[in-house]
């Protein structure tokens, strides 16, 4: 069995990380770091393909987690903090109706079409031996979407629907349904770049959010 697989949606996210192991270890070969593209499809498709090729050369991945950055619920978190998702939630996955929206698992649909369903946990050794090594995380669901949210009436729907959550990317539940299909145990880290809320590109702090993260990657060893 080979080291843990850490997929990023960008290369930027993956030096992030990769330094940070580096700085902790002088070495990051017993992580591999892998950019595997933005959104949940991509995102799984492209993990799926790694833990095959690994698993294929008889060395599997002892774990999968989805790293990078995020955006924050205001009030739950703050930019630059660092966040364990507690599960990987398909926030937008399901149908619209007129009384609101509705959950994939609440469409009648077979169990064993839903891959799990809308709600990914993570693994609980691997998130425990992860906020141990990162105390001050805030731990919570970490909802995926394929459309970032940019208006106060999207962000207060989410709140209403989640009120646990307490931030959103665009790959941890594409990365959690592959981990599962694969029976590997499956984590997300992130850290906060932007308040969740209307667009506003100026709020970003990309630069504290990359540093956040090569932070807290020597956790990932």
Do not use: C, K
Not at 56 to 79: K, M, Q
Not at 145 to 152: D, H, K, M, R
Not at 154 to 168: D, G, I
Not at 197 to 206: K, S, V
């Amino acid at each position: 069995m080979t080291g843990l697989l850490v997929v990023t949606a960008v290369p930027a996210e993956a030096d992030a990380i990769r330094a940070g192991l580096t700085a902790a270890t002088g070495s990051d070969t017993a992580v591999t770091v892998a950019p595997v593209g933005v959104g949940p499809a991509v995102a799984g498709a492209a993990t799926a393909r790694l833990l095959a090729l690994a698993e294929a050369a008889g060395s599997p991945y002892r774990a999968v987690v989805s790293a990078g950055v995020a955006g924050g619920f205001a009030g739950r978190v703050a930019v630059g903090d660092t966040v364990l998702g507690t599960a990987s939630i398909a926030a937008d996955l399901g149908a619209e109706s007129p009384d609101g929206f509705i959950p994939v698992d609440e469409l009648g649909m077979p169990p064993a079409l839903l891959g799990g369903g809308s709600v990914v946990p993570a693994d609980p050794r691997l998130l425990a031996a992860l906020r141990a090594a990162l105390p001050a995380a805030t731990a919570g669901p970490v909802l995926t979407v394929s459309t970032v949210t940019g208006t106060a009436a999207s962000t207060e729907e989410l709140r209403r629907r989640h009120p646990e959550a307490v931030a959103e990317a665009m790959e941890g539940y594409g990365v959690a349904v592959a981990a599962a299909q694969a029976g590997v145990p499956f984590a997300e880290l992130r850290t906060i770049s932007n308040p969740i809320g209307p667009r506003d590109r100026d709020a970003w702090r990309l630069r504290e959010a990359l540093a956040a993260l090569t932070t807290a990657a020597p956790a990932l060893r």
